[in-house]
């Protein structure tokens, strides 16, 4: 079987004219999709390997560009991997935005909170009443201060709760007598 993915690096000139730099880009292509961000790194024209997808030369700042070009090409491969082995359904777009940081994974539980309260206010009256709107509202507090207090951030990424953090917010807030539940 063929590799669904491939990594790419080439060049995209200035829109300067008469500019001899370039600016290095990122094509994830899988399964025949594809998808290319930017690298912010810029290359002289001259100096770009095309077929090795590398900076020719051995100057310091030749080799930090292609220490940078292989250490993008470890974290695009790594974010494959680790959707491999969730069993994701992987696309070109889904592995770029998994090297971004910007899936799922990397919200946090207010983040996802306020989204719930959100669509929930707009369904007050219809499926619920403006009481349970309020509790939900206070639990989101419950869960900043809970973090600022253990965690000293109020964020915390839903990827990260486990039963341990659970059973230590339950715990804490029956403790303190806010009981919310």
Do not use: C
Not at 79 to 104: C, F, H, P, S, W
Not at 113 to 118: D, L, S
Request: proline share 1%.
């Amino acid at each position: 079987m063929q590799d669904l993915l491939s990594i790419l690096f080439y060049i995209r000139k200035s829109k300067a004219q008469d500019s001899e730099l370039g600016t290095i880009y990122l094509r994830i292509t899988y399964s025949g999709e594809r998808a290319e961000l930017s690298t912010f790194l810029k290359v002289s024209l001259e100096k770009w390997n095309a077929k090795a997808n590398k900076l020719m030369g051995s100057s310091p700042a030749s080799k930090e560009v292609n220490r940078n070009l292989d250490m993008i090409k470890k974290n695009v491969y790594r974010a494959y991997q680790e959707m491999m082995d969730k069993q994701q359904v992987i696309t070109a777009m889904k592995i770029r935005n998994r090297y971004l940081g910007k899936d799922d994974t990397r919200k946090h539980i207010l983040e996802v909170f306020e989204e719930h309260n959100i669509k929930m206010a707009k369904l007050v009256g219809k499926d619920y009443t403006a009481r349970t709107l309020q509790r939900y509202k206070t639990t989101k507090r419950h869960i900043e201060d809970f973090n600022i207090a253990t965690y000293f951030a109020s964020e915390y990424l839903v990827k990260d709760i486990d039963v341990k953090y659970i059973n230590t917010f339950i715990f804490i807030i029956k403790s303190l007598n806010l009981i919310i539940f």
